[in-house]
């Protein structure tokens, strides 16, 4: 009975392991020793995935900047990734679309088609958005409509292709392990936000001389003193495999808010879907029947970008850098797949919330500077000018009503928890909710069930800069901290 310690007890030991400092990986699991997946696999966990294509037809606008204009080009086709998991028991959904964003209106429309088709309950249908910038727009015509009008053509056909990748996935359910990982990548996320020499950053487009921050600063300016804000290089990964081995599907995250760098007016998915191209090469996983699987959601990227200030700009081929990115990305997720101790089961939950949160209004001062800027006329054939922007914003915000419910969400897969919030969350709350959460690894998703624009933290909002700006910025100045206290009460709802 206390005999010398058997092979078995010896893989066991290591399947405990770290097998390198910086990887989280799963608990215990006998079962992970046994490598490749042993006969044993596939008892009870199943997946599924699949891809729907989601491409706008060509003419309509992109929208990734301040002024949208025309697309004339598809560089690679848009998608929504679905994948399936069912543990014996519940069943959850985890979607990525190729989008800047979507209105909550869209995701509430393709729960309703999803639940009524599968009977996946809604709340267990966990979906976001990329934020790629080279996309046209699910947000409606009037982005920054508090209630939506009814859903335009584009929006309907997304909800419409949301719920049938999510039907798909489900006919594509197979016996499968799942485990969990996290590598890292460094070099390609850094803060835009730069505190400035005094006298340097430039008065805001409400007229007020207040921001002590700059987004996007010169490239190698003398004025740059340092950046506002750390970053978050990790790359979290959630994978599927069938028992045999055949990678299923990818879930990955990563902090980073676009890298851009297309050719004209080209539609494109950005570095995401090249990440997902190159991961897929990498685990040999082409051409499958039914295809493999990558997503990459977009993580707690609204203050985060892949330029490095302190450096001048080179000049790069367009989708060159793109590529070099999601390459180092998917290398980053590849590593940490290949540490991940599979696992035959994996309790699934998911809760989606509402949390009452304030609106931002203008100030007196800034309703009636805005009125007295939208009275000029504007210059014909030039575009608008940020103030006339920011003024319009203004108004419109001005007739939101005091509070709006904010649909949060979180999901967990056996030791994994992801939080999902609509908006462009700042990498502080992002950090704050893998240090705080019940569950390791954990993350937050952006973008995910609608678009409330840019949350930065009070302290940011002190700071001033452009995502704190009324209409980038239309939540109440503590909202990132009521939702990051609610995100984690529900899942530490999600442990027992
Ligand atoms: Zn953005």
Known sequence: MFGQPTRRDALRRAALLPAAPGLVL???DPAAAQAPDGPKGGAGFRAGAATSNITPPLGGDIVGGFRPFPSDHVHDELHARCLVLDDGTARVALVVCDLL???RAVFDEARRLVTAETGLPGSHLFASCTHTHSATSALGKDRLAAKPGDLDEYQRFVARRVADGVRRAV?????ARVGWAVGSEPREVFNRRWFMKPGTVPVNPFGEATDQVKMNPPRGSPDLVKPAGPTDPEVSVLAVRRPDGRPVAVYASYSLHYVGGVRGADISADYFALFCDRLQQLLGADRQDPPFVA????????????IDFT???ERSEPYQKMREVADRVAEAAHKAYRTIAWKDAAPLAAKLDELEVGVRHPTPDQLARAKVVLAEKPKPDAPASLERIY???????NDWPDKIPLPLQAVRVGDVAIGGVPCEVFVETGLAFKAKSPFKPSWVVSLNNGYYGYLPTPEHHDLGGYETWLGTNRLEKQASEKILARLLEMVAGLKT
């Open 26 to 28: 799963g608990g215990a």
């Open 101 to 103: 964003g979507a209105h």
């Open 171 to 175: 006919k594509n359910l197979g016996p």
């Open 295 to 306: 997503m990459l959601a977009n993580g707690t990227s609204g203050n985060i970008n892949n």
């Open 311 to 313: 450096k001048k700009g």
């Open 391 to 397: 003024a319009e914003r203004t108004l419109r915000l």
